[in-house]
């Protein structure tokens, strides 16, 4: 979050890179952007001013410019190399590789424009207005507005689906008005019927549209949905809170780690020496194997020819710890604290075996490999859900690290784990089909018909065996 006087406050695994606190400034600051990689963000002042930290780089400002009216807001581009910033009278201003696809400067609004959204490919963006109005360019879609109603308080914000097929509106009072297609953008709640002493600046999504945070003027903030409630700014902030932005942990890149139909493999111990050719786009690679402790001798090897693509892996299979961890024993889902305990050791072990071998690069999202074989206990569903409680609680809660999926087969994770369904994404090894697409609407039917005993990610990878290229590694597909 940020204060307008440009100080910045970071909770979890969002790093704090610095602010303009203690600077001398023209205008006060009115809003922030964060990198889609979660290396940096941009501070904005109501006279166009731009403020870089971290790996965010500078692309232009009004700083310098007479403007008509005053900055409110700004959004990053996707590619995390440019930005939008609007104005109160609805004037849009582009830099680096933002496009301009519009605005409503120079025409008569009901309410004033109080900030904005750019769609997820960057080729377009929302404008909202204190009246509930939304204003749509580029190929953002128009899915409903409360322009024309009667509100208890004026909207402050927006945030927007992920996926783009929807946005959610704030009001002062907390109130929160949801608009998509097919039901995608859920209300998961809001402060409208409660009391509260500082208004409601900022509304920030998570990274998979499965809830979504609220800031006051204060610094609290209040969670909603699957959000984690990572803390709010100090008592006694030294000016009022007027931004809230995502940061996306140490570095994952939130969703989707892949554009859909993406393609590569997921590589392992067993390809070292082998790797598969390029061009590819997935590169998803073993940290450690079936034995406790036991680490890929090809790890570096392989997350170099990841590049981009990386995603790492570790395996899950049962095993004994004596050492206590936080959560296991009062877990209700975990109901072995024993095998949670070595859930947790063993992936918290396998994420420090890959900053060890790797450093920054661990910091990616982990899929944690649930399979039949290895020692799971054949008999005992109870006892593997607990390790895969620990291992998730391990990555997510302790490493910090917001995307921890799971890679397993849809016909067997019932026999294995029974109902735990975490939030987190899922890669099932899906061979049905003709094509990996055909496939991966094949796994999203299949994995429907279980109900909700899975993870309530979307299928975001499946893996198959390329027969038609023969090759021997298993193939990559982002659904």
């Keep these: 979050m940020d204060a307008s006087n440009g100080a910045v406050y970071s909770f979890g695994g ?66 995390g190399h440019g930005y939008w910033l609007v104005a109160a009278d609805g004037g849009v201003f582009t830099f680096g590789s933002a496009n301009f696809f519009g605005s409503e400067g120079g ?27 939304i204003f749509t360019f580029g190929n953002a879609t128009f899915f409903g507005s409360m322009g024309g109603h009667v509100l208890a308080q004026p909207i402050t914000g927006m945030a927007t689906m992920p996926t783009g097929t929807g946005y959610w509106l704030v009001a002062t009072d907390g109130g929160v008005f949801t608009f998509g297609g097919g039901g995608t953008t859920r209300f998961y709640g809001s402060l409208g019927a409660q009391l509260l002493t500082q208004p409601i600046v900022g509304i920030s999504s998570l990274y998979n549209g499965t809830g979504y945070w609220l800031a006051s003027a204060s610094g609290g903030v209040t969670p909603f949905g699957q959000a984690i409630f990572w803390g709010s700014a100090p008592q006694h902030v030294t000016a009022p809170i007027v931004g809230i932005a995502t940061g996306v942990g140490n570095g994952d890149p939130g969703s989707p780690s892949f554009q859909p139909g993406s393609s590569g ?112 206990s054949p008999t005992n569903v109870t006892t593997n859900r607990s390790v895969a409680v620990g291992a998730f609680d391990a990555l997510h809660y302790t490493a910090n690290i917001n995307t921890v999926g799971f890679y397993f087969s849809l016909s067997r994770w019932n026999d294995l784990v029974g109902r735990y369904n975490p939030p987190g994404p899922l890669f099932p090894a899906w061979w049905t089909g003709p094509t990996p697409a055909y496939k991966c609407a094949n796994a999203r039917t299949t994995a429907a018909s279980l109900g909700d005993i899975l993870p309530t990610g979307p299928i975001q990878l499946i893996q198959y065996t390329d027969s038609v290229k023969n090759m021997p590694f298993d193939g990559d597909y982002a659904c």
């Excluded at 025409?107 to 109005?133: C, E, F, H, N």
């Design 14 to 79: 969002a790093p704090n890179y610095g602010s303009m606190a203690g600077q001398p400034l023209n205008k006060p600051i009115v809003g922030m952007a964060s990198m889609p990689t979660g290396r940096g963000y941009w501070e904005v002042a109501s006279d166009g001013g731009v403020f870089t930290f971290g790996a965010a780089n500078f692309y232009g400002s009004e700083g310098n410019v007479k403007l008509v009216a005053p900055i409110v807001g700004m959004t990053a581009a996707p590619t």
């Design 107 to 133: 025409v008569k609004l009901v309410a004033p424009i109080v900030g904005m959204s750019a769609t997820r490919t960057g080729q377009g963006y929302w404008l909202v207005a204190a009246d509930g109005g």
């Design 265 to 376: 493999y997921d590589v392992s111990g067993y390809q070292c020496g082998q790797l598969p050719p390029s061009p590819h786009q997935v590169g998803v690679v073993e940290v450690a194997g079936w034995s406790y402790g036991s680490v890929n001798p090809c790890l570096q090897q392989e997350v170099t020819w990841a590049a981009g693509g990386l995603n790492l892996y570790t395996f899950l299979s049962y095993g004994k710890s004596t050492t206590p961890e936080p959560g296991c024993a009062a877990n209700p889902t975990a109901p072995t604290p024993t095998a949670c305990n070595y859930g947790y050791g063993a992936a918290l072990q396998a994420y420090q075996q890959a900053q060890a071998a790797v450093a920054t690069r661990a910091n990616v999202p982990w899929w944690l490999d649930v399979e039949s074989g290895g020692n799971w």
